[in-house]
């Protein structure tokens, strides 16, 4: 079955960075890296042309050789640190443990990606304050929430206060920002998910097709392939709508990404998401909806829909379960 992707993500090499929450053991490996073929990477942006599919190309750390280089100019691209100088325009992929960035220079720009792990969380505000004048939006993206518990939940809510009085003073300053999880839940009135599955796929450097790279990076089986002569062909593709997701479906965290690879690794259901990624949202929510009350008399703010207040972080708290039929054998057993 051919289908028809608004967007699709392609991966230049095996070793192409993370973006998101997921790992790509290939990023550091000492091995050098295996380029999608020329052959395929010209059917590939033939096709896109074709059918109106815009492309962006994930890159590794190594320059890519001409013959790959040379096709993608003026498609977009994210790279990560080691390319930052050889990609102005590109999106930028930095690491907790790469700041403060001293080599990055000044951009009003520039959109940059920050991933942060665990121990990455008391410097988060340290981290914001060393990339400011450096970019135009900044994207941060947590590693490792499954292992998260109250103490990090706990821990980031508090860097998220810091980081949205910082904000709001950039804001008064006449030199505002966008901060994913603190603006973009601003300027939505619906949801605005990640889109794997149902806007953009992604194409490994063999021309297998998958939901996102998370998918490839775990070892999942592929959900299609594209092919020179009929394109994008896949089977049925996993369900992957808002219309599938009864949880996601009737909340008001919009800009959660909802993300379908920690939904499938964490709770086993592509469409149901973990305890941790609901609070997460609720958290950044929660600072959105004071930061947008701190600055309601400053333009554009001040025409912006307010968000209410909730009672929940979890929104499994509002739902009405069914009372548990009596088991005397199981109760004695609680």
Same mark, same amino acid.
């Given at each position: 079955m051919r289908v028809f992707p608004h967007h699709a993500i392609?991966?230049?090499?095996?070793?192409?960075?993370?973006f998101c929450h997921y790992e790509?053991?290939?990023c550091h490996a000492a091995a050098p890296p295996q380029w999608m073929a020329e052959a395929l990477l010209s059917a590939l942006l033939k096709r896109a042309q074709r059918e109106e599919i815009s492309l962006t190309f994930l890159m590794g750390k190594t320059p890519p050789p001409p013959r790959l280089e040379k096709p993608i100019q003026g498609h977009a691209k994210i790279v990560p640190a080691a390319l930052a100088a050889r990609y102005?325009?590109?999106?930028?992929?930095?690491?907790?443990?790469?700041?403060?960035?001293?080599t990055?220079?000044?951009?009003?720009?520039?959109?940059?990606?920050?991933? /942060?792990?665990?121990?990455?969380?008391?410097?988060?505000?340290a981290l914001f304050e060393a990339l400011t004048g450096k970019f135009r939006r900044l994207s941060l993206h947590l590693t490792g929430i499954e292992y998260y518990g109250e103490a990090e939940l706990a821990l980031y809510a508090g860097e998220l206060e810091k980081m949205a009085r910082r904000l709001a003073l950039l804001c008064r300053a006449g030199?505002?920002?966008?901060? $994913?999880? /603190?603006?973009?839940?601003?300027m939505l009135s619906q949801m605005r998910n990640c889109g794997?599955?149902?806007?953009?796929?992604?194409?490994?450097?063999?021309?297998? /097709?998958y939901l996102c790279p998370g998918f490839l990076a775990d070892g999942a089986a592929p959900v299609g392939r594209f092919d020179a002569e009929q394109g994008f062909v896949?089977?049925?593709?996993?369900?992957?709508?808002?219309?599938?997701?009864?949880?996601c479906s009737r909340c008001d965290a919009f800009h959660c990404k909802r993300c379908l690879y920690l939904n499938e690794r964490m709770t086993l259901e592509r469409n149901i998401p973990s305890e941790q990624q609901c609070a997460l949202a609720h958290i950044e929510r929660e600072a959105s909806r004071?930061?947008? $009350?701190?600055?309601?008399?400053?333009?554009?703010?001040?025409?912006?829909?307010?968000i209410p207040e909730l009672t929940y972080r979890d929104p499994l708290e509002c739902i009405d379960l069914p009372p548990r039929a009596s088991d005397p054998a199981t109760d004695a057993m609680l």
């Open positions: 392609v991966l230049l090499e095996d070793g192409a960075v993370s790509n053991p290939r102005p325009e590109a999106i930028l992929v930095l690491d907790g443990e790469d700041g403060p960035f001293p990055l220079k000044a951009s009003s720009e520039r959109i940059v990606i920050l991933r /942060l792990a665990r121990h990455d969380l008391p410097r988060c505000t030199s505002p920002v966008e901060v $994913n999880v /603190l603006t973009d839940r601003m794997a599955g149902t806007e953009h796929l992604t194409v490994a450097p063999d021309g297998r /097709l896949a089977g049925p593709v996993p369900r992957a709508d808002l219309k599938s997701a009864p949880i004071q930061l947008l $009350n701190e600055l309601g008399t400053l333009e554009p703010f001040r025409r912006m829909a307010r």
